[in-house]
């Protein structure tokens, strides 16, 4: 069975750092890129960034472009997402997604719970 | 980025009616679309790929159609269960881009 549990979410003030793991299970994770997808509460949802398979491709919303990076560790069969410069409107719940294949040009199959993220002093 | 447009925004309707909510594409994608299913504080569910391929263990009353900027889905028989919001998806180039929604009620 498929699980991606995201952890990392929290409280952080504008300007601050925050870092969001995403534990995944039941597959073979280094075949498939991973994706983070976030949700402001209320609203629709907004594809963040995604990453290959091997890590070597890296693809960024203009909305976090220079600011978020995403990274993935094979070994550990982790996700993450490192977010700087935090601003309000990067409120939301993040979520951890598989992508159904290798490249990325594919749907997402599988969701975690979601993290939320607040931004605020 | 490409742009999703879907509508209605919302829709009421009964148990057993047939519905359809569209996506529009502001330029092609060929088939590189998916739709999902989001039920209220819970994680989207994934219904269809390419725009009319369902995902295994969905039920047939989901079906999916369009090429190129137009795509429809439709619930053959609405059930109490489908009452949720739907979102369609375009994977076809980067960034990635999601539709604003539909939420489906039940009358």
């Known amino acids: 069975e498929v699980q991606l549990v995201e952890s990392g979410g929290g409280l952080v003030q504008p300007g601050g750092s925050l870092r969001l793991s995403c534990a995944a299970s039941?597959?073979?994770?280094?075949?498939?890129?991973m994706s983070w997808v976030r949700q402001t509460p209320g609203k629709g949802l907004e594809w963040v960034s995604a990453?290959?398979?091997?890590?070597?491709?890296?693809y960024y919303a203009d909305s976090v472009k220079g600011r978020f990076t995403i990274s993935r560790d094979n070994s550990k069969n982790t996700l993450y997402l490192q977010m700087n410069s935090l601003r309000a409107e990067d409120t939301a719940v993040y979520y951890c997604a598989k992508d159904r294949g290798y490249s990325g040009y594919v749907p997402k199959d599988y969701w975690g719970q979601g993290a939320l993220v607040t931004v605020s002093s | 980025a490409i742009q999703l447009t879907q509508s209605p925004s919302s829709l009421s309707a009964s148990v057993g009616d047939r519905v359809t909510i569209t996506c529009r594409a502001s330029q092609g994608i060929s088939s590189a679309l998916a739709w999902y299913q989001q039920k209220p504080g819970k994680a989207p569910k994934f219904l269809i790929y390419d725009a009319s391929s369902l995902e295994s263990g969905v039920p047939s009353r989901f079906s999916g159609s369009g090429s190129g900027t137009d795509f429809t889905l439709t619930i053959s028989s609405l059930q109490p269960e489908d009452f949720a919001t739907y979102y369609c998806?375009?994977?076809?180039?980067?960034?990635?881009?999601f539709g604003g929604g539909t939420k489906v009620e039940i009358k």
């Open positions: 998806q375009q994977f076809n180039s980067y960034p990635l881009t």
């Open positions: 990453i290959s398979g091997s890590g070597g491709s890296t």
């Open positions: 039941g597959f073979t994770f280094s075949s498939n890129a």
